[in-house]
């Protein structure tokens, strides 16, 4: 079980949480610009990345806030977690 | 005899050459099967097979060993019933027992909706030629006695979807068996080869750097399931996938219970029996992206909470193992069997949860790919451009739990 510090509420068990996928994915402003290629990778293509990792979780069972972490796909240890529109504490380019 | 001593070697375990006409990246059961494919159907013998770690030591040895064709759409239906086929004949072709045991797979309707799908489903499979019966509950009490079928359960059965040519097969030996067979035919399987850069030039694959040194080779075929993003990245390539843990569970080993394989997607689990006598258990993916090879309690938990809404008689069966593989999940459920941007690299990936049964049709059809340069069209829609022109194939109502 991992435990998940929501910067809500403190430290919660995994069970309470959904996870939602890579984080800072912007929805495009105009997507009738854009090309089918650009329109799919947003829809579809990921970075899947082994190491660290920028994720969006949901306190589904909890405060049902959004917000960011930084986890290693590998280890499973979170860095940090951090609100919606901060910029990841550990300063890297998300 | 002597006593289990002097067995030979199945296959030689040569050190690599300077050059390959291709080379196979990922040595579990689809990349043997790749190769094994190349080297019989399209005459490539001067081919490799570079594993990181050792033969079928990925998802082939982590799965749960199901094997079916009942699948939604007229695409996967024709895909995974080439590769049903070939099970059928897979023990004949390798010289190897594969113990394929076409015991049947059962998917449980729980709700009127699952019902209708599953009614759908079915109509779909027979015109597709997929065998495929809808089962009622009464039948099903008679011919699984320990299954729950009373309306007084919390998801009562309503019926099932039967496939009675699905069941099971020794993945271990699927591994072995491609992998004795390709060798025979001149393929070198190089273990411990750990493939660290994709060397290109001017948008053409010229070689791998590996843990034994450099190959040369125009073509490659990336078959590493979890992994995939990761050797993508190393050509400059994307895909739409994401890796997940995924857990599997055995029991101590029982007396004959249970001579089918029961799924059910409302509760989310299925349990099979060897033929080692141990309970063999599924559910779905942890929901985190994880490379780890190992997932989360409460997913195990969960697991065991709807093997005991099907099968309330396991309740005190004690579980004798645990453990994770890696899958690499597609939005849509359903594999990458393709070319890329790059010329001369293939990635064969995105099967998801469901790979195994894949096994030898997935072979067949990426050696046939590697081999004319072009899809088979088996597997022209499972290209990657899918997600661009959007003709997706959404099969997550048959991909379901399980598997």
Same mark, same amino acid.
Not at chain 1, 23 to 27: D, K
Not at chain 2, 30 to 35: E, R
Not at chain 2, 190 to 195: A, G, R, S, T
Not at chain 2, 247 to 255: C, D, G, H, R, T
């Given at each position: 079980?991992?435990l998940?510090?929501? /910067?809500?509420?403190g430290?919660?068990?995994?069970?309470e949480?959904?996870?939602e996928g890579e984080?800072?994915?912007?929805?495009p402003?105009? /997507? $009738?610009?854009l090309? $089918?290629?650009e329109w799919?990778?947003?829809?579809f293509f990921?970075?899947? /990345?082994k190491?660290?990792?920028k994720e969006?979780w949901?306190?589904?069972?909890?405060?049902?806030?959004?917000?960011?972490?930084?986890?290693n796909?590998v280890t499973?240890?979170?860095?940090s977690?951090?609100?919606?529109?901060?910029?990841?504490p550990?300063?890297?380019?998300? | 005899?002597?006593h289990h001593?002097?067995?030979?070697?199945?296959?030689?375990?040569p050190e690599?050459k300077?050059r @390959?006409d291709?080379?196979?990246v =990922?040595?579990?059961g689809? =990349?043997?099967?790749?190769?094994y494919?190349l080297?019989? *159907?399209h005459?490539m013998?001067?081919?490799?097979v570079?594993?990181k =770690?050792?033969?079928?030591g990925?998802?082939t040895?982590?799965n749960?060993t199901i094997?079916r064709?009942?699948?939604?759409?007229?695409e996967?239906a024709h895909?995974?019933?080439k590769?049903?086929k070939?099970? *059928? +004949? &897979?023990?004949?072709e390798?010289n190897?027992?594969?113990m394929?045991s076409q015991? !049947?797979?059962y998917?449980?309707?729980?709700t009127?909706?699952?019902?209708?799908?599953i009614e759908?489903?079915?109509?779909?499979?027979r015109l597709n030629?997929?065998?495929?019966v809808?089962?009622?509950?009464e039948?099903?009490?008679?011919?699984i006695?320990?299954?729950?079928?009373s309306?007084?359960?919390? @998801?009562?059965i309503?019926?099932a979807s039967?496939?009675a040519? +699905?069941?099971?097969?020794?993945?271990?030996a699927?591994?072995?068996?491609?992998?004795?067979a390709?060798?025979a035919?001149?393929?070198?399987i190089?273990?411990?080869?750990?493939?660290t850069a994709i060397?290109?030039d001017q948008g053409r694959v010229?070689?791998?750097?590996?843990?034994k040194g @450099?190959?040369?080779?125009p073509? #490659?075929?990336?078959?590493?399931?979890?992994?995939?993003?990761?050797?993508?990245?190393?050509?400059?390539?994307r895909?739409p996938?994401e890796?997940?843990?995924l857990?599997?569970?055995?029991?101590?080993?029982?007396?004959p219970v249970l001579?089918? #394989?029961?799924?059910?997607?409302?509760?989310?689990?299925?349990?099979?029996q060897s033929?080692? !006598?141990d309970?063999?258990i599924?559910?779905g993916?942890d929901r985190y992206n994880? @490379?780890?090879?190992?997932?989360?309690y409460?997913v195990?938990e969960h697991?065991m909470?709807a093997?005991l809404?099907?099968?309330?008689?396991?309740?005190?069966?004690?579980m004798n193992r645990?453990w994770g =593989?890696i #899958?690499?999940?597609?939005?849509?459920?359903c594999?990458l069997i393709?070319?890329?941007?790059v010329?001369? &690299?293939y990635?064969?990936?995105?099967?998801?949860?469901?790979g195994f049964?894949?096994t030898?049709?997935?072979?067949?059809?990426?050696a046939?790919t590697l081999?004319?340069?072009?899809?088979?069209?088996?597997?022209?829609?499972f290209?990657i451009?899918?997600?661009?022109?959007?003709?997706?194939?959404? *099969?997550?109502g048959?991909?379901?739990v399980?598997?």
């Open positions: 079980m991992l998940i510090n929501c /910067p809500y509420c430290y919660r068990d995994e069970s949480f959904h996870y984080a800072h994915i912007v929805r402003s105009d /997507p $009738d610009a090309s $089918d290629a799919g990778d947003y829809l990921r970075t899947n /990345p190491g660290w990792h969006l949901l306190h589904s069972a909890g405060c049902r806030q959004y917000f960011n972490a930084e986890r796909t499973y240890k979170f860095k977690t951090y609100k919606i529109g901060e910029s990841a550990s300063g890297e380019a998300s | 005899m002597s001593e002097n067995w030979p070697k199945a296959w030689r375990s690599p300077k @390959y291709a080379v196979i =990922g040595g579990g689809h =990349g043997l099967a790749s190769a494919y080297a019989k *159907e005459g013998t001067n081919i490799a570079l594993e =770690g050792w033969l079928g990925g998802n040895g982590r749960t094997v064709s009942n699948y939604l759409w007229d996967a895909l995974y019933e590769s049903v070939l099970w *059928e +004949g &897979l023990s004949q390798l190897y027992n594969v394929f015991r !049947g797979v998917s449980l309707g729980h009127l909706q699952d019902m209708r799908d759908r489903r079915v109509n779909a499979n030629g997929v065998d495929s809808v089962v009622s509950t039948e099903l009490s008679k011919r006695p320990y299954l729950n079928t309306a007084d359960a919390r @998801y009562p309503l019926g039967f496939q040519r +699905g069941g099971t097969a020794r993945h271990d699927v591994a072995w068996g491609f992998a004795r390709a060798d035919l001149g393929v070198d190089i273990q411990n080869c750990e493939v060397r290109r010229t070689g791998l750097d590996t843990a @450099y190959i040369e080779t073509k #490659v075929g990336v078959v590493v399931a979890g992994n995939s993003s990761v050797l993508a990245e190393m050509a400059g390539l895909l996938l890796s997940h843990p857990q599997a569970y055995v029991s101590e080993p029982i007396k001579d089918t #394989v029961v799924m059910s997607n409302a509760v989310h689990g299925y349990i099979s033929d080692k !006598g309970l063999v599924g559910a993916i994880g @490379y780890g090879q190992r997932g989360s409460s195990i697991t909470e093997i809404e099907m099968f309330p008689v396991f309740s005190r069966v004690r645990q =593989g #899958v690499d999940t597609c939005p849509d459920a594999p393709s070319k890329t941007d010329e001369g &690299l990635f064969n990936c995105g099967w998801g949860t469901g049964k894949a030898p049709g997935s072979g067949w059809v990426f046939h081999a004319n340069d072009q899809p088979h069209e088996l597997n022209a829609a290209a451009n899918r997600f661009i022109s959007g003709a997706l194939i959404d *099969e997550h048959a991909a379901g399980a598997h």
